[in-house]
């Protein structure tokens, strides 16, 4: 058996699905419009340089829709979903998870985005294993805008990996093949554990990277 993780946002979507969540709770009407795109926006751009501080973009992220009614937490999320991600969900995303599915792979997302907002793009993409963001929640199961454990982001999906392959006995060396695919520098520790990195739908700085190391790229869709 060989181990496939995909990282989320860029590479199995042509998108940023935390950034376009902030967008659509604008559109609820959840968040003030022009305050939230421009807090949204400098903390994308952070996330593009790699100097994302993680722990105040949570707090942010969260902030508009965590003190909501459960119900209509999930009501908003469906409705994302059904406006915002499943148009953007590709064919040729979901051959390669199935062609990987069909090798026997175990496979995993592993994403910097909150496991709120991924945990059903996951679903739709036909990958049963999240490795997230996972958010704090108090006693009464409500989130309170900090992280729990560690953030699956840059040299924490590493870790996070360890710990759910240690979870199933299991450890990185015991893969013959270790196949990782993003788009984007930020996850160079993971690309690096890998036996067969792939730069998809590459930033322009991870193809600068992958053509000097000789790493193959892979174009699911275009990009902007």
Not at 89 to 116: C, K, S, Y
Not at 118 to 147: K, N
């Amino acid at each position: 058996m060989n181990l496939c993780l995909f990282d989320l946002d860029h590479t199995l979507l042509p998108l940023d699905s935390d950034h376009a969540w902030g967008k659509f709770v604008v559109s609820l009407g959840w968040a003030d419009g022009q305050r939230q795109s421009e807090i949204n926006d400098a903390f994308f751009l952070q996330y593009q340089r790699g100097t994302l501080d993680l722990d105040a973009y949570i707090e942010f992220a969260t902030r508009s829709w965590r003190e909501r009614p459960v119900a209509e937490q999930d009501a908003a999320h469906a409705r994302f979903m059904r406006e915002c991600i499943a148009p953007a969900i590709r064919p040729e995303a979901l051959a390669l998870v199935d062609q990987h599915r069909r090798q026997g792979d175990l496979m995993a997302i592993v994403t910097a985005t909150n496991e709120f907002v991924t945990r059903p793009i996951a679903a739709a993409l036909g990958v049963d294993t999240l490795i997230a963001v996972e958010l704090e929640r108090d006693d009464c199961g409500r989130v309170t805008g900090r992280i729990h454990g560690v953030p699956s982001f840059r040299e924490g999906k590493t870790v996070r990996v360890a710990q759910w392959l240690a979870g199933r006995g299991l450890g990185v060396q015991d893969f013959p093949r270790v196949t990782v695919y993003s788009d984007s520098p930020n996850d160079l520790p993971l690309l690096e554990l890998a036996t067969h990195p792939v730069a998809t739908n590459p930033s322009a700085a991870l193809e600068a990277i992958a053509r000097q190391r000789g790493w193959p790229l892979l174009r699911l869709f275009p990009t902007p």
